[in-house]
């Protein structure tokens, strides 16, 4: 009695009524209070923690994080996240499917940035190994690593930053004939690609499949993004009906990817994610926005159709 009267005066609510009670009460007996900076005590579980009540239990850290969270208790390693997105947000992050297309310049610094947010599952797809020329701006390249997998690379990363995340692979080139199995089960799609035609062949399927894509496209010292829902207007408002009369790619050939930018659009694209999965903040729909890092201008453009 006495136990439960020091759990209750930790803020901690053990679930009772569920079946996974014993798991609950696991993680409240094991949870530690967090001295905030700005004094309050917050109820914590650590990494170590939590991996060894998975192992006893036989359930994934992903599960003991999610329980501990619906408890009030925050893993350790969300603190951070918990003061912009809530609890709520945070399990709707980890119980959330993310599919990346493309492990490159955008996709890798996407996939670095998502499992550290607590995304629970990751579709990585691309079919392209690590080359030199990728060494000035792909965050996952390294010169160990040359002649690997991007997939390959990136995956394990991704488990290296957070081993609650769960990561799926596809060693393919995207084409509109396998996209629609490629892309199932995710809730959003990431671009990370550097041409045209694989952009209108995601948004097409992101269309059949009902779920969002977050475009974006960098060259020089600039970028550009937008989300595209179901039923927005999407591509067709930038580049026109099809991509049949477009080159697959554009001036990036001729100016290049300086190491910054990709970084940079990246980080935005992961914003317009966490958005989309938790509800908090407006995503960018039916407009692009286009950023100059030689002048440091963001400009936001309405599209019609």
Avoid: W
Avoid at 72 to 87: D, E, W
Avoid at 122 to 134: G, K, Y
Avoid at 138 to 159: D, F, P
Avoid at 187 to 214: K, W
Wanted: glycine content about 8%; proline content about 4%.
């Amino acid at each position: 009695m006495q136990r439960q009267c020091n759990l209750k005066n930790k803020g901690i609510l053990v679930e009772s009524n569920t079946a996974n009670k014993d798991i609950a009460r696991y993680i409240a007996e094991s949870a530690e209070a967090y001295l905030a900076p700005d004094g309050r005590r917050h109820p914590v579980i650590s990494l170590k923690t939590a991996a060894s009540i998975a192992n006893s239990q036989g359930i994934s850290a992903k599960e003991v994080e999610i329980t501990a969270l619906r408890q009030g208790i925050v893993p350790q390693r969300y603190l951070r996240n918990i003061g912009t997105i809530g609890l709520d947000g945070q399990i709707k992050l980890l119980q959330s499917t993310v599919a990346v297309v493309g492990a490159g310049g955008l996709g890798g610094t996407i996939i670095e940035l998502l499992a550290r947010q607590g995304v629970g599952h990751l579709i990585i797809i691309d079919n392209a190994r690590f080359t030199e020329r990728n060494l000035n701006r792909q965050i996952m390249s390294t010169e160990r690593n040359l002649g690997e997998y991007k997939v390959t690379v990136a995956a394990k990363r991704a488990g290296e930053i957070n081993s609650a995340i769960t990561v799926t692979t596809f060693l393919k080139k995207l084409t509109k004939e396998n996209a629609p199995k490629l892309l199932a089960g995710a809730q959003v799609v990431a671009d990370g690609l550097d041409n045209l035609p694989s952009r209108f062949a995601v948004e097409h399927t992101c269309r059949d499949l009902a779920i969002p894509y977050v475009y974006a496209s960098i060259a020089g010292f600039g970028g550009q993004l937008m989300t595209i829902f179901p039923e927005d207007m999407g591509l067709s408002s930038l580049y026109g009906s099809s991509s049949n009369t477009m080159p697959e790619q554009g001036i990036e050939t001729r100016i290049g990817n300086p190491s910054a930018i990709p970084a940079m659009i990246a980080a935005l694209q992961v914003q317009e994610i966490v958005k989309i999965i938790t509800g908090v903040g407006t995503p960018m729909r039916n407009q692009i926005l286009l950023v100059d890092a030689t002048e440091c201008t963001i400009d936001r453009i309405e599209l019609t159709r």
